[in-house]
């Protein structure tokens, strides 16, 4: 079993691109599932309840969305779930914190980067804005409640805002970058796919068209054959060389339809048929097609059925 069938839905297993996506989402959710409970106890010894009834929450909710993502298939509202979570998270650390001086205030800048992985350019495009909106919260905080004293020296409040939204710009030009890379793959891979079918497509119109022109003249040989051989004066051998050429054509119709049959086993609606036939006849059928040539070559050719041979 491989981690994927334990992590992602049918849905996201097969298709790269979710799989990716969907790789990184459940990966998220059970880093932040697994590592929780280990600050939970933490704040459990320190009484820090009110810390420890908002682990609670986020723990839960985590939970919740990672069931709601392996078990039911959804995606897109649990990606932007965990989004906010991110946000709201990192906006509420720096509030009781050094507010725009915390490093949590950093975090902000890889939350449109992770909204392109895990969504697309209009998303991380949105991310860009939010971000932006929670790092000048933060600067407006800063310049009503003033500056906690927890820092001895800190930078301005306006530098340390610039140098965060050049960072966010910068992540988010990479990740643009990188994706307008994937989708010049993707469109590659798509421009071949269409180029692939088109070909088949031609393909299996060209067979289509070539059965039906063949077929047409030699069902006019089949016929002309089927009234020469209704003629009673007509000598044994000549009967012989008929029938030869009676099976030949026949085997080559059958030829023709095999080919037709070929469009349909790319369509997947090849439809399989059980019939009757006789291993007697087939072997008669392959004895006057080659005794033609065996007598033209001055060979002997013979064929001898065993009793146990099927009628």
Sequence with gaps: MHLSDLLLPPGHRHDPIARRQGLLLAGILWLGIFTMPIGMIRQIQESAWPQFAVSVITWSTFSFMFALFRWRGVYRPVATGLLLVCCVAI??????????????????????????????????????????????????????????????????????????????????GIGLFLESVNQHHR????????????????????????????????????????????????RPYQRQYLLSVQSSGRGLVDLLNDLLDLSKVEAGQLEFQSAAWSPSAVVQEIQRTFQGPANLKGLRWQVELSPDVPP
Excluded at 121 to 134: E, F, I, M, Q, Y
């Design 91 to 172: 906006e509420l650390t720096c509030l009781s914190g050094l507010l725009i001086h915390d490093d949590a205030a950093r975090l902000f800048a890889t939350l449109p980067l992770l909204a392109l992985c895990l969504g697309d350019r209009k998303r991380s495009v949105l991310w860009t804005l939010l971000a932006l909106l929670g790092l000048s919260s933060l600067l407006f905080a800063e310049q009503w409640w003033g500056f906690s004293p927890h820092r001895a020296t800190p930078a301005p409040p306006v530098t340390e805002w610039i140098n965060l939204l050049i960072l966010t710009i910068y992540v988010s």
């Design 187 to 234: 469109n590659e891979l798509e421009a071949a796919k269409l180029a692939a079918e088109a070909a088949n497509r031609s393909k299996s119109t060209f067979l289509a068209n070539m059965s039906h022109e063949l077929r047409t003249p030699m069902n006019a040989v089949l016929g002309l054959t089927e009234v020469l051989l209704r003629d009673p004066e007509i």
